[in-house]
């Protein structure tokens, strides 16, 4: 699920290597198993791996963390290395520039 991710620029620039602890990849094939084998005992909460069960159930106690792991100027460089591929969105690079308003020239609409 994750090649897509780490395959483009942009993707790169937000995953930024991260491997281990909360953030580890897990094989396919473990999610799998793990919600047949949820599905089949009829769980009312299915997370893999087990070890992130506390995070699953109380996200708003780790989300500063994540915050801090993906936020800032890697989100703002992971929309520009999405641009060339035809994603652009104002309000997102707006939404995360550290000082307000970023203000992008438009193809076409640069002035010297």
Known sequence: MMDDVVAHPAGRQLWGGNNGCLFKMVPIGTVIDTLVAGIEKRARFIVCPKAHTLVAKAPGLFRPIFDRAFGGPNVVRAIELAAPAGWSNQ??????????????????????
């Open 91 to 112: 309000l997102a690079l707006d939404r995360h520039a550290p000082t307000g308003p970023v203000n992008r020239p438009q193809a076409g609409n640069c002035t010297l």
